[in-house]
């Protein structure tokens, strides 16, 4: 499956080079919160805990490559809540649990939530604490808060050609791809295709 999703991208990315225009494609999974279960163990010690204040993020701020102050200004804002990891009293992946509705930069979409469905995004991880299971203490840590709550599924999103994110993500259990949202660009003009998986 690995190889053929790659194959397809690069056709696809090849065409819309020689046409001028911009291609995206996102998966969005779903999980059942209450059927979910851990299936990695961190090689280290970690403690995670909810996002108090934006101080709690600032290691993840000053990294190269991920998310912005803003970004996070934004999650405390509107109420989402954060999940982070902290090896060493030192905060080093988080998570973000988003509500009624969220927006999907790859593909330029907003996608509307019901009251049983909690999206989760914003995933980071600092580089040099890749690899050692501290990504799925975070994932267990937002899974195992909405146990037992009024949210009965949680939705996850990986651009298709994220395929590092792809086999990260089933190693803990975001199997099940629901739809496929896909975004064209071309002089200006987008248009999405959202596809329910049993369509495509």
């Not at 090849?14 to 998966?27: I, S, V």
Request: glycine share 6%; charged share 25%.
């Amino acid at each position: 499956m690995r190889d053929a999703i790659a194959k397809m991208y690069k056709e696809l990315r090849h065409t819309a080079h020689r046409l001028k225009f911009r291609y995206a494609q996102l998966f969005v999974f779903e999980l059942s919160i209450s059927d979910w279960s851990p299936r990695l163990a961190s090689k280290v010690t970690v403690q995670t805990r909810l996002v108090a204040t934006i101080d709690d993020l600032k290691p993840l701020i000053a990294a190269k490559g991920g998310w912005p102050r803003r970004f996070y200004e934004e999650r405390l804002e509107k109420g989402d809540l954060g999940f982070i990891a902290e090896v060493d009293g030192k905060t080093v992946s988080c998570l973000w649990a988003t509500f009624n509705e969220v927006y999907l930069a790859d593909v330029e979409y907003n996608l509307k939530l019901d009251n049983q469905t909690v999206a989760l995004i914003g995933a980071y991880t600092l580089p040099d604490y890749r690899g050692q299971g501290i990504y799925a203490k975070v994932w267990e840590a937002c899974i195992t808060h909405f146990k037992g709550s009024s949210y009965s599924r949680a939705y996850g999103f990986i651009e298709a050609r994220n395929l590092p994110s792809l086999v990260a993500h089933k190693k803990i259990g975001l199997e099940k791809v629901i739809k496929v949202i896909i975004m064209l660009k071309f002089l200006g003009l987008k248009i999405n295709i959202v596809r329910d998986v049993a369509n495509c």
